[in-house]
């Protein structure tokens, strides 16, 4: 048995006209070709589907009782065209997008909030966690697109440079430090920096001089995340670093951000993706509105 999806339509076309001539022209078809159809479903079911006289034409037993599967199987082919057509509209799908923590507590909501406002329709999850995890997530298909900083990958991992930001010193407005355009490593006070641990910190301590690293980067000043060094800061129990993207926090601290030189250190951020993971429509547009999105947070 082969039954293809023409004859399926042309039966229930035929089964709701009761007509083969309404039938043929609802579906552009002469009527021998309609009936051939018909025919050969039969043949192939061997099965009588309508009962003919010379006025009328009626489901026979059999085709009463096949009809509600054909409309089942029209149903699904629907569900099925429908489908492969979101799949290839860039206009909507799904993304999944793993951010380190501090980005989707800070850059990725507005990025979201505009790239919804040109594709309403594709449906955007994100999943904030830490750094190593934005691999694993990505590794593990778990998440279509990756974003953070700098981290060892695999070979099934594809790395693509967003931007890169420099470090700012953060302090309180009334600081001796304060009004400073820009700052050298050199001039930030002993015992006074709060610094994030890991690769935060030792990015920082690796580009500076073993003098200049060792008098600034105190192991009780070390905390795990930049909501803390900013609160701490606030309370004038010290002064921190930030990122360019950490801006609307800092301001939200009442605090200033002040650029650090001689030298620039800076922290590159990539967005990773997986080798072998084919991208839907939707992740391609999502891909390529952050990418040029991006560009504005260079520093």
């Not at 009782?65 to 799904?94: C, S, T, W």
């Not at 967003?162 to 002993?190: M, N, R, T, V």
């Not at 701490?232 to 670093?241: E, F, P, Q, R, V």
């Not at 590159?268 to 997986?274: D, M």
Request: proline fraction near 4%.
């Amino acid at each position: 048995m082969n039954v293809t999806f023409r004859q399926i339509n042309a039966f229930i076309a035929v089964a709701r006209h009761k007509s083969f001539t309404k039938a043929a022209d609802e579906l552009h078809l002469t009527q021998s070709s309609l009936s051939g159809l018909i025919k050969e479903m039969e043949r192939q079911l061997d099965i009588t589907l309508f009962d003919r006289t010379t006025r009328q034409l009626h489901l026979s037993e059999g085709g009463t009782r096949l009809l509600p599967y054909a409309l089942k199987v029209l149903d699904d082919m629907q569900l099925l065209n429908n489908e492969i057509y979101d799949l290839k509209d860039f206009h909507q799908g799904k993304v999944r997008v793993a951010a380190s923590q501090q980005l989707a507590a800070t850059i990725m909501p507005e990025l979201i909030k505009e790239f919804k406002k040109i594709h309403p329709d594709v449906q955007v999850s994100l999943i904030d966690c830490g750094i190593g995890e934005v691999m694993d997530r990505v590794q593990i298909l778990d998440a279509d697109i990756g974003i953070g900083p700098e981290y060892p990958f695999s070979n099934d991992i594809v790395a693509t440079e967003l931007f890169a930001s420099p470090f700012y010193l953060i302090i309180k407005k009334d600081h001796p430090l304060s009004g400073h355009d820009e700052l050298d490593w050199g001039d930030i006070p002993q015992g006074e920096l709060i610094t994030l641990q890991s690769a935060f910190a030792e990015q920082i301590r690796n580009a500076l001089p073993l003098d200049l690293s060792e008098r600034l980067f105190r192991a009780d000043y070390e905390v795990n995340f930049l909501s803390t060094a900013l609160g701490m800061t606030k309370m004038g129990l010290g002064i921190t670093l930030a990122l360019t993207y950490a801006k609307t926090w800092v301001e939200q601290h009442n605090l200033t951000m002040i650029p650090i030189k001689n030298p620039t250190i800076e922290r590159k951020f990539l967005l990773y993706t997986h080798k072998h993971r084919s991208p839907s429509p939707a992740v391609i547009t999502f891909k390529k509105f952050l990418v040029d999105y991006a560009k504005h947070w260079d520093a």
